[in-house]
């Protein structure tokens, strides 16, 4: 019946005061029926013109039944006809139309979704110089409609995942069939499929919950809010995961060389962005052993300054009462209060406040004889060069304080051992099973041709090997 059906919603959504039951009749017959629908989630004109209209005016023949109704007077292009009153409670809280009528123990789901939206714009983070200004909005469909006009195939398989045992948030696997490794794509399912949660509201919560090693600063998934880069992580056979509500997309299997690649790479001449990613690398390193190294010399190895600069360092730290090391480790908190200020506080003013703040409080903390001025450069070198690995940030930070404890506690053998502990590290991070980095026994110009560099496009024949070549191994590292 029903009115025991919507009195069964009503009862389900106590309370709730944005639920709105809309009885229709039938202006030729005694037609009756309920549509029950969430204010401020659907279009109205829609319900409007293409539902409550059609029902008004329709012959009593095409009444009869539900299915006649579904196909001979609803006007909505997406409908379903359901009896799972789970899928009815998502689907009314979603922006859908439930259309109940008598003698039917099925109801009709009309697609009538209109909730507001972000707009399509270039993301703040991921500006470029040259190429596609698209970025994704928080809206699932809208995001899934870019990457479909940019991959006119029917290759692209996208397939429908929900997380949250609350909010029941909506997700998307997309990818190549005939580029992706399938054993890869399992791994990734079956690691989905344990997820227990409340509610899903960013794609870090997926990043964290699938992760290989959950204690690692480091990441194991790619994430970009651009619509070119996960076209072109798919073309070389990857999947990505697309949630409803965030603009964040994933990329899985993620490679270490990744974390030193920009999408402005593969739209500027190749002269150029090689030198561009080179420079990245070299600022990844100073940014971590910059300050150990300044600190072990300073400490403990004085013979490695050149002479005047030794002279120059030593009458610049007569005068300063701390350490070499304790002023480092102060130097860096103070920086990174500075950076996480700027970044928190409105873009009118944020960055004006960091760079005047930098400014003022190391100009005095020099002038006050409270730091050497050496170390405010060391700071400094430190800061800039970590701006241009933004996807490393919170890596770095662990890093180089772990580098400049072991130059304070052993010198330069403390740098190096430090040095060699997170390079073991890195060789052993895994995504999905795959490693990160991966050592080829017959390295050719193919293997290498976009890591360190980035080859011109006629050289870059095939893709990357490691994704194919690391699906063999994950059996024996799946644990």
Known sequence: KMDDNVQLM??????????????????????????????????????????????????????????????????????????????????????DTILFIDNS???????????????????????????????FSDALLTNLSLVRRKMRTNDLKMKYITFGKRTATKACICYLDSLVNKDILKELNRRLSEIDIDGMLDTNYITELIKDNKRSPFR???????????????????????????????????????????????????????????????????TIAVPAIYVSMAAFHHEMFPTQLLINVAIERQSVPLPAAVEAFIMLIVFDILRETGVRMP???????????????????????????????????????SLLVPKMNAPIIYMRFFLLLMASSFGFFGVLLGLAVIAIHILNLRS???????????????????TF?????????????????????????KE
């Open 10 to 95: 009503n009862n389900l959504f106590k309370d709730d005061d944005t639920l709105v039951v809309r009885y229709v009749q039938n202006s030729k017959s005694n037609f009756k029926c309920a549509l029950i629908y969430s204010d401020g989630v659907v279009k109205g004109p829609i319900i409007n013109e293409n539902v409550i209209k059609p029902l008004m005016l329709a012959d009593e023949n095409n009444l009869q039944s539900i299915d006649t109704i579904l196909n001979q007077v609803i006007q909505v292009n997406d409908t379903k006809k359901t009896g799972d009153l789970t899928q009815i409670i998502e689907s009314v809280t979603y922006g």
């Open 105 to 135: 123990n099925e109801a009709l789901i009309l697609n009538t979704k209109g909730f507001q939206t972000r707009a399509i714009a270039e993301p703040e983070n991921e500006k470029i110089l040259s190429g596609p200004r698209e970025g």
């Open 220 to 286: 194991s998934t790619g994430y970009t809010e651009r619509p070119d880069v996960v076209v072109g992580r798919m073309l070389e056979g990857r999947i990505a995961i697309f949630l409803d509500g965030t603009p964040v997309v994933l990329t899985v299997p993620y490679l270490f060389l990744e974390n030193f690649q920009s999408s402005e790479d593969y739209y500027l001449i190749y002269f150029y962005t090689s030198y561009s990613r080179m420079i990245r690398i070299i600022s990844f390193l100073l």
């Open 347 to 385: 873009s009118s003013i944020g960055q004006a406040l960091s760079i005047v703040g930098a400014l003022v409080i190391g100009q005095a903390a020099v002038d006050a004889k409270l730091v050497a001025a050496p170390m405010i450069i060391v700071v400094a070198i430190t800061g800039i060069t």
């Open 432 to 450: 999905l099973g795959i490693p990160q980095i991966f050592f080829f026994s017959d390295v050719n110009y193919q293997h290498l041709k976009d």
């Open 453 to 477: 560099f980035r080859g011109p496009w006629w050289k870059m024949q095939t893709r990357p090997r490691i994704l194919t070549q690391g699906g063999n191994r994950m059996k024996v590292n």
